[in-house]
């Protein structure tokens, strides 16, 4: 079975800082998308960040523009998302995810994703 293997978060006070990583799979080419999904409890996973691997093109969601950069370091297989000026409500459990529906519409689509990370606790008090 294929999991991300995801590390960072942990707890911070409102506008603080934090990054997480997430090392790609073996097959995750440059056709591939990676980014973090987030849930808080009674919710469902929503979209926070994605990059699309071959390019580097970035895709947020808007409550999070501004404040969270997604990147890339292709020489170790891994992704980062950087969080900064944290909010409370940012506060939830954030999951590495890979898919190959990598355009502004389908990579914050929950169904489509093909593999996910353990998930990490961010919380922000």
């Known amino acids: 079975q294929v999991q991300l293997v995801e590390s960072g978060g942990g707890l911070v006070q409102p506008g603080g800082s934090l990054r997480l990583s997430c090392t790609a799979p073996?097959?995750?080419?440059?056709?591939?998308?990676m980014g973090w999904f987030r849930q808080t409890p009674g919710k469902g996973r929503e979209g926070v960040a994605a990059?699309?691997?071959?390019?580097?093109?970035?895709y947020y969601d808007d409550s999070v523009k501004g404040r969270f950069t997604i990147s890339q370091d292709r020489a170790n297989n891994t992704v980062y998302l950087r969080m900064n000026s944290l909010k409370p409500e940012d506060t939830a459990m954030y999951y590495c995810?890979?898919?190959?529906?990598?355009?502004?519409?389908?990579?914050?689509?929950?169904?489509?994703?093909?593999?996910w990370g353990q998930g990490t606790q961010v919380t922000v008090s």
């Open positions: 995810m890979t898919s190959t529906y990598c355009n502004s519409v389908n990579w914050r689509v929950e169904s489509l994703v093909g593999y």
């Open positions: 073996e097959f995750a080419n440059s056709s591939y998308c």
């Open positions: 990059i699309y691997l071959g390019t580097g093109h970035t």
